[in-house]
């Protein structure tokens, strides 16, 4: 009869199984590795509950020996989830146990690990341990040595078998012959081979998801793109009743990436893309971008929609999108982000936006984060951007034909395009309309259950035929495929005003860049010392390099190249007998400009001339004020300090600069203790050559 042991006479008279033994439970363990054995190898696991009857025939009553069998579908390679052997070790090792009983070693552990550990356990407790071959003590010598090697045998056979299986299926997949699941827009045939969908529209839109990066250039453009024009995106049902058919689902995020980072659909057969044997990694982690990763790598082997080398510049547009200079310009208004390079350093230079993104400047701050040194570099952003995008205005003006004829062509091949799908999409609805019209006429009339829904299902079709139908007439009575005369004139007219294209509200920042980038490799910026001469080498797509200078608005007149003449003719000018009015009127006559690039005035000059020890009528008044010894007037202190008046002033009016207001003469004069100025005036020079923002003491 199956499922029945017998037991040999040695095994019925051993005297190994004494009263105590008896006198404790015997567990019968039975476990299977997989859910499939449980399935298909019924046999085995009757074989493992009939040890029962074993134990019984052994000497124990029927109420004292316990089946676990929690362990049904669970792999002996470890004791993880294994709830059945947990608390089989658990009974063991309280001494409730006086037999283990189990087909073979293999069924209680492949691991040596938990085979040793349950032989302590077992020898410590005084625990016999019984198979189909016989019973052993681990208490005695011979008995354990030859469990130990059945554990040592049975966890080596599990990497054996394993070896095997792995070693033929990396030869299968050497000559590309493994199977697996194909993306969208591929079907595997019964005889294995690989073939491009044969649905139109699949192939159509997949097509499409290619050609929308190759303009957009990263995922998320794609995205919006599909979702704006009410674009779905194919899938194949992969199981149940279903399996095989199509379904058209709403795009999302990891479906445009799987498309864009899978190698078929460069035509390339690749296994081994998850790197599930490093140290670290996942149990299924997700799969490598990087070819160099890859275990095998066969090309040409599938029917492809793209190249080889675009599938690699893919990649790279990808790899680059994740960088934090590289790849598609993020937001803000900034012209050079991530082209801008330090002159000096030579490191890339950061975007920075302050007072709400109206204030934009260029700052080389690398140094200061990697090794805590001073800011090298920083200009307004907005002299850069002006000059540089001049420059490219300059580049696109002869190409201005080539630009208008390509627009008006991009225009008509994206409108024919989205003419097809819809056409496609209708196609596809009227198809289905049919289907469920012959499935409703083949049903028989008397079974009405059947007719009801079919009809249901027919009636949900016209409608969704008609919804498209209306769909694509209003769209083709709004736009036809090819351009018109007055379309075409107004294309050519824009690519003729580049500049006015350029400066159009409906230009955005994020084409700008992207322009930019297409026309640049980078930029180098380069400011002499610290004054107003700054110059730009820029890199042009394929190397050429051309070089140009400019004037940067600088805060402080100190800061001008020219500085120390324009000081030397202030007193020549004051040596003449020149007030600061007709000297800021002479100035402008000689076209010297201030630190903001504007003429001077007489607001700018006194300030200049306090600074250079001239005086003025507040000096005067100031002298017929009583103070005390370390107090000073504005006048007097802002020379003393190297500071503007104006800045002084505003000091006092923040309350930052405690003052003390009193008359004199015509009008008040404020008098300021110098020690005060100068805990100030320090603070503020530290900071400054910290380059942080600049912000109100504690009162």
């Not at 199509?246 to 498309?259: D, E, S, T």
């Not at 599938?302 to 690699?312: D, G, L, Q, T």
């Not at 800021?584 to 300030?607: C, D, M, V, Y």
Request: hydrophobic share 40%; aromatic share 6%.
């Amino acid at each position: 009869m199956s499922g029945q042991i017998v037991v040999t006479r040695a095994e019925l008279g051993t005297s190994k199984i004494v009263g105590r033994h008896l006198d404790r439970m015997a567990i019968v363990y039975v476990r299977q590795s997989t859910l499939q054995q449980i399935e298909h190898h019924r046999e085995s696991t009757q074989v493992q509950y009939a040890l029962a009857e074993r134990v019984c025939l052994l000497g124990w009553p029927r109420p004292k020996v316990v089946v676990i069998d929690d362990d049904l579908g669970r792999s002996g390679a470890s004791t993880e989830g294994r709830l059945g052997f947990q608390r089989l070790v658990a009974e063991v090792g309280l001494g409730h146990v006086g037999l283990v009983m189990g087909f073979e070693v293999s069924r209680l552990a492949r691991s040596c690990r938990d085979w040793y550990q349950l032989l302590e356990i077992c020898a410590l407790s005084g625990t016999l341990i019984a198979d189909s071959d016989g019973i052993y003590d681990p208490t005695l010598y011979n008995d354990r040595l030859l469990l130990g090697l059945k554990g040592t045998m049975s966890e080596a056979e599990l990497h054996i078998m394993r070896a095997r299986l792995d070693h033929g299926r990396w030869h299968k997949a050497s000559r590309g012959d493994l199977g697996f699941a194909v993306p969208r827009g591929y079907l595997r045939r019964p005889s294995g081979e690989v073939t491009v969908d044969p649905d139109e529209r699949v192939r159509d839109m997949i097509d499409r998801v290619f050609e929308v990066f190759e303009r957009r250039r990263s995922v998320h453009g794609v995205l919006r793109y599909l979702v704006a024009h009410n674009m779905d995106l194919p899938d194949r049902q992969r199981a149940g009743v279903n399996k095989g058919e199509l379904a058209w689902r709403p795009p999302h995020r990891g479906a445009v990436i799987n498309v864009l980072t899978n190698p078929i659909y460069a035509g390339a057969y690749v296994y081994g893309r998850r790197l599930a044997d490093r140290p670290g990694v996942p149990a299924r982690p997700s799969p490598s971008r990087n070819a160099a990763d890859w275990k095998i790598l066969i090309k040409d082997r599938v029917p492809a929609y793209i190249s080889w080398e675009k599938f690699e510049e893919n990649q790279r547009q990808l790899r680059a999108n994740q960088a934090k200079h590289g790849g598609t310009p993020r937001g803000g208004p900034s012209l050079l982000a991530g082209l801008l390079v330090c002159g000096r350093c030579g490191y890339r230079m950061a975007t920075c936006y302050r007072t709400n993104g109206y204030d934009l400047r260029y700052q080389c701050s690398r140094g200061n984060v990697s090794r805590g040194a001073r800011y090298c570099q920083s200009v307004s952003g907005a002299a850069v951007d002006t000059i540089v995008a001049s420059l490219i205005l300059q580049a696109l003006q002869p190409s201005a034909i080539e630009v208008s004829l390509a627009m008006a062509e991009d225009l008509e091949l994206e409108r024919s395009r989205e003419r097809r799908q819809r056409a496609l999409k209708l196609e596809q609805a009227a198809y289905e309309v049919e289907r469920f019209e012959r499935q409703f006429n083949a049903v028989e009339p008397e079974n009405r259950l059947v007719a009801r829904t079919l009809e249901k299902r027919w009636e949900a079709a016209l409608a969704e035929h008609d919804r498209l139908a209306a769909e694509n007439t209003r769209e083709d009575s709004r736009t036809s495929p090819a351009l018109s005369a007055d379309e075409r004139e107004a294309v050519r007219r824009l690519a003729e005003d580049i500049p006015a294209l350029w400066q159009a509200p409906t230009t955005t920042a994020t084409e700008r860049k992207q322009i930019a980038r297409l026309m640049l490799e980078r930029v180098v910026l380069s400011v002499a010392g610290g004054s107003e001469n700054t110059s730009i080498e820029c890199t042009w797509a394929g190397g050429h390099t051309t070089r140009h200078s400019f004037i940067r608005p600088v805060r402080w007149t100190s800061q001008l190249a020219r500085n120390a003449e324009l000081k030397e003719r202030i007193a020549e000018l004051a040596a003449a007998g020149l007030r600061p009015p007709a000297i800021a009127r002479q100035l402008s006559a000689e076209h010297w400009l201030s630190a903001n690039g504007t003429l001077f005035t007489e607001a700018k000059i006194r300030p200049m001339m306090a600074r250079m020890g001239y005086p003025s009528r507040s000096l005067a008044v100031s002298r017929e004020v009583e103070r005390e010894p370390d107090e000073m007037t504005v006048t007097e202190l802002a020379p003393a300090l190297d500071l503007p008046v104006g800045t002084l002033y505003s000091w006092i009016r923040k309350e930052w600069l405690p003052a003390r207001r009193v008359n004199a003469s015509f009008r008040d004069i404020f008098l300021i203790r110098k020690s005060d100025a100068e805990k100030l005036a320090a603070k503020r020079r530290r900071v400054a050559r910290q380059s942080q923002k600049w912000t109100a003491p504690a009162p």
